[in-house]
């Protein structure tokens, strides 16, 4: 059976959940017995999160291998249940680096080295590489950050190559709610949309993050403009506790 991919994206801001979600969606499908594994991708140039001040980037997490990542694999490791490894952290810093190390010793046999096909194709290496029934690929930062292009395109590579049956689309987004109308305004999230079908992707499932509940006149405009259907619009309230989502996703049943 081929490999299946879960692609999470995130719009209008950063640090909206994106790793919460996809751990939990990690968990859900771990309960019904499917073999999957979690990969973050950060665009930053670094490296590594070693040598990251905390007070910006969060805390650095520690894998058995003695890797320093990004805090998302903590929620992985903590919510799926598995130990991550370095390679379920992949950064700019590295990829770049990779790139310039293998044209310093010759191996793209005189080729003009850019980013179509030879970055992006050290990207697909590495996600090639991580064995699971299903593979939860979470990108971090926001849709349209310049720094994220290179790791969009190659996800729409893979799906040319793999077929769009083996990939799901999630993209979270914030919902913000405007006091003095009284309304949840939805235009950020429609914008977040555009951009990411420009790049040449459909996301399948919107997860709109809120401080609370959104009604449905606002899920199904969502859904109008981003091309699916309501039910595939999910929204995800402010909880004082994460691990209360992977209960609320269940409940909502996300899994099915």
């Known amino acids: 059976m081929a490999k299946k991919y879960i692609v999470v994206t995130g719009g209008v801001l950063s640090g909206i959940g994106k790793g919460i979600l996809s751990a939990s969606t990690g968990r859900l499908l771990k309960e019904l017995g499917i073999d999957v594994l979690g990969v973050k991708i950060d665009p930053y140039l670094n490296v590594d999160a070693g040598t990251m001040n905390p007070n910006q980037h969060g ?3 520690v894998t058995e291998d003695g890797y320093e990542a990004d805090l998302d694999l903590g929620h992985y490791e903590r919510f799926i249940g598995l130990n991550m490894r370095k390679e379920n952290n992949i950064t700019a810093g590295q990829i770049y680096s990779s790139v310039i190390a293998k ?3 010759g191996k793209y ?6 980013i179509v096909p030879h970055v992006t194709g050290e990207v697909k290496e590495r996600l090639n590489q991580i064995e699971a029934e299903v593979v939860i690929i979470e990108i971090g930062g926001t849709v349209g950050d310049i720094e994220g292009e290179v790791f969009l395109e190659t996800i729409r590579e893979m799906v040319l190559e793999k077929g769009k049956e ?3 689309f999630i993209h979270i987004t914030y919902v ?3 006091k003095v109308t009284n309304e949840y305004k939805t235009k950020p999230t429609q914008q977040s949309v555009q951009l990411l079908r420009r790049i040449g992707i459909q996301p399948d499932v919107i997860a709109a993050r809120s401080e609370l509940p959104i009604e449905s006149p606002e899920i199904r405009k969502i859904a109008l403009f981003a091309g699916i259907k309501p039910e595939m619009v999910i929204n995800l309230p402010d909880n004082k506790n994460v691990y209360e989502v992977p209960r609320n996703l269940y409940n909502m049943r996300f899994h099915t």
């Open 59 to 61: 805390e650095v997490f």
């Open 103 to 105: 044209e310093r010793g």
């Open 109 to 114: 046999l005189g080729s003009t080295v850019q």
């Open 166 to 168: 083996n990939f799901l």
């Open 176 to 178: 913000p709610y405007l």
